[in-house]
């Protein structure tokens, strides 16, 4: 499909490659056009963003509903001004130490999967807490969730920058 332009040179017709690309297809077959392709791509980076917004703030409501709960867990198990100092140590304890061994983790592997893991640990250790029989095992539930906390605050960075590539920004 080319004709001849000045000097006797040969161009290539763009109107025909834009009539080929409306051209109705055979039954069965489907051509990908450009606005499909770019479509998932938005939506995954969208869905991205919510994702790591709500693991974010799962994480959030877990690490600061304790202070205002503290009063009323030590008169329900009878603990100390120590005690409850050290469940809220222990989440942060748990927290520092997987902050970066999870962006690491996030960087080695999917970030997806890591807060996907790591949001459900933190839940299921969350929930737990309501069924803990005395001090000690509420203490290893505030480390897991300050474990699994520090890798999902710790994704986010990973997951945004591989889903949202610079160039958008």
């Not at 290539?12 to 791509?41: C, F, H, I, L, Y």
């Not at 929930?127 to 890798?151: D, E, F, K, N, Q």
């Not at 605050?153 to 920058?161: G, I, L």
Request: hydrophobic content about 40%.
């Amino acid at each position: 499909m080319s004709k001849r332009g000045q000097g006797g040179k040969k161009h290539k017709d763009k109107s025909s490659n834009w009539q080929k690309a409306r051209m109705p297809q055979k039954k069965g077959r489907k051509r990908m056009s450009q606005e499909t392709s770019v479509k998932p791509q938005q939506s995954a980076k969208w869905l991205s963003l919510l994702a790591v917004t709500l693991a974010f703030t799962f994480t959030f409501l877990t690490r600061f509903i304790w202070s205002p709960l503290m009063t009323t867990v030590s008169q329900e198990f009878g603990l100390s001004v120590m005690q409850a100092g050290l469940y809220m140590s222990a989440f942060f304890a748990g927290y520092l130490i997987t902050q970066i061994p999870g962006g690491m983790m996030a960087d080695k592997l999917q970030p997806k999967w890591v807060l996907v893991v790591c949001t459900v640990l933190s839940g299921c250790a969350t929930a737990a807490m309501a069924l803990i029989p005395g001090y000690r095992l509420g203490l290893v539930l505030r480390i897991v969730t300050g474990a699994s906390s520090g890798c999902v605050m710790s994704t986010p960075c990973s997951a945004s920058c591989r889903s949202i590539p610079s160039h958008t920004i």
